[in-house]
Nanobody
Framework: QVQLVESGGGLVQAGGSLRLSCAAS????????VGWFRQAPGKVREFVAG????????NYADSAKGRFTISRDNAKNTVYLQMNSLNPDDTAAYYC?????????????????WGQGTQVTVSS
């Protein structure tokens, strides 16, 4: 069992940066792959970035490539999402999710554990 809590969201101007954190409680966090997803009003939840349980493999949505960086510190049970060059299209609630598997997955339906989300709003 893993509990996830996101933080770091907020209001930022276009071109700015934010770093989201996903803090996990529970044992064996290092055995869980983690993904970041986002959902804007009226839209489906979409994959943003994912990281394998050992932090070696990462995967990004095309919209995130070159701007966002996912990383993890298993000693702190935390996964980060550094977001740079933000634009209004990045406005959404951001969620982290975990699954006990090696492969970085992009489909939200196969993740077992979810945080409550943190809101990111980018003004133009």
């Amino acid at each position: 069992q893993v509990q996830l809590v996101e933080s770091g969201g907020g209001l930022v101007q276009a071109g700015g940066s934010l770093r989201l954190s996903c803090a996990a409680s529970g044992r064996m966090f290092s055995t869980y792959g983690v993904g970041w997803f986002r959902q804007a009003p009226g839209k489906v939840r979409e994959f943003v970035a994912g990281i394998s349980r050992d932090g070696i493999t990462t995967n990004y949505a095309d919209s995130a490539k070159g701007r966002f960086t996912i990383s993890r510190d298993n000693a702190k049970n935390t996964v980060y999402l550094q977001m740079n060059s933000l634009n209004p299209d990045d406005t959404a609630a951001y969620y982290c999710a975990a699954r006990a598997a090696l492969v970085v997955a992009t489909s939200p339906s196969i993740y077992n554990y979810w945080g409550q989300g943190t809101q990111v709003t980018v003004s133009s």
